[in-house]
């Protein structure tokens, strides 16, 4: 990929959602809410401070985490959709 994000910014890429409900219903495409899911797949450098610091970002590639339901800016790079979002948007990571 030929795209690296700056500062406290990642890109994910949404994690797919089931799509069936534990009762076994099949929900279909048009009543699916995006997933509030993902991967992050790029980081940013890390947040510069007033007095030119870097502090590292707490996520890393690989990571699954959750997000906020509007957070982040949507695009499309080599036919997949991303996500780009600075790290306070993010909630938390999710352990395996």
Same mark, same amino acid.
């Given at each position: 990929?030929?795209?690296?994000?700056?500062?406290?910014?990642?890109?994910?890429?949404?994690?797919? =959602?089931?799509?069936?409900?534990?009762?076994?219903?099949?929900?279909?495409?048009?009543?699916? !809410?995006?997933?509030?899911?993902?991967?992050?797949?790029?980081?940013?450098?890390?947040?510069?401070? !007033?007095?030119? *610091?870097?502090?590292?970002?707490?996520?890393? =590639?690989?990571?699954? =985490?959750?997000?906020?339901?509007?957070?982040?800016? !949507?695009? *499309?790079?080599?036919?997949?959709?991303?996500?780009?979002?600075? !790290?306070?948007?993010?909630?938390?990571?999710?352990?395996?």
């Amino acid at each position: 990929m030929k795209f690296r994000p700056l500062h406290d910014r990642v890109m994910l890429r949404r994690v797919d =959602v089931e799509e069936t409900t534990k009762g076994g219903i099949i929900i279909p495409e048009t009543a699916k !809410e995006k997933p509030m899911e993902g991967e992050i797949v790029a980081v940013g450098s890390g947040l510069k401070t !007033e007095d030119g *610091k870097v502090v590292s970002l707490d996520v890393k =590639v690989g990571d699954r =985490v959750i997000f906020g339901k509007w957070s982040g800016t !949507e695009v *499309k790079l080599d036919g997949i959709d991303y996500l780009i979002m600075k !790290e306070s948007d993010i909630m938390g990571i999710l352990n395996a």
